[in-house]
């Protein structure tokens, strides 16, 4: 089926340095997200994305968060500075539209040490 | 506040029975849950949908029973196969909100 391609995998950082993860999303969808997770438990909502702008964001998505697509390429999550609390894996998603079915990235493994 | 909540956090069965997940929800313009399944180091992968002017969908072995009124849902997997232990989200969007809100998750365990 579609596939969201996360890169990399696994990311060491030392805190207070700059780090940002890619996102590649299936093909034609419109609609992006970064969801985070902790030990494998709860996926919190970070933030949604829509043409070019964030949508919605959570509480979670602190100023040093920032995402983009810059001319239909990686969409990206930024974070700068990182803090030893931002240790988690870190989900992309995609869909077409609203309310239709959501297609998650394998995650990306951040430790910030 | 939660808006999606699930139960039991786990839940341990033995193979060839069936293993009942519970979901309920705050917000009733929510209409469309789905549930995703996802295996340790693996993103969560979609295994079944229903939207709420259904109250029921089956695939496979895999059956949600969807109650309107009472905010509620369930997942039933018949015939539950060890490759079936994993931990399942309940989740849920609606009106026309891009953001899907999950529940805690639980995590299924079947035994041979």
């Known amino acids: 089926g579609p596939k969201v391609l996360q890169i990399p995998s696994h990311q060491i950082i030392d805190m207070g340095q700059m780090v940002t993860l890619n996102c590649d999303p299936v093909s034609n969808h419109l609609y992006f997200y970064w969801y985070k997770q902790i030990l494998g438990q709860q996926m919190e909502f970070l933030v949604n994305f829509y043409n070019g702008k964030v949508m919605e964001k959570s509480k979670l998505f602190k100023d040093q968060f920032s995402v983009e697509r810059p001319d239909g390429s990686y969409f990206t999550l930024k974070i700068q500075p990182t803090a030893l609390e931002d240790s988690a894996v870190y989900f992309c998603?995609?869909?077409?539209?609203?309310?239709?079915?959501?297609?998650f990235g394998k995650g990306t493994r951040l430790t910030v040490v | 506040q939660q808006q999606v909540r699930q139960s039991p956090q786990s839940l341990t069965v033995w193979e060839g029975e069936t293993a009942i997940l519970n979901c309920s929800y705050e917000n009733s313009a929510f209409d469309y849950f789905p549930w995703y399944q996802q295996f340790p180091g693996e993103g969560p992968a979609l295994l079944i949908a229903i939207r709420s002017v259904s109250d029921k969908k089956e695939d496979g072995g895999f059956t949600i029973f969807f109650n309107k009124r009472e905010k509620n849902l369930s997942l039933h997997i018949k015939d539950s196969q060890p490759g079936d232990s994993a931990t399942y989200f309940c989740a849920a969007s609606g009106n026309n909100n891009n953001r899907i809100f999950f529940g805690d998750g639980t995590q299924l365990v079947v035994k041979p």
């Open positions: 998603a995609s869909s077409l539209g609203g309310s239709t079915e959501v297609f």
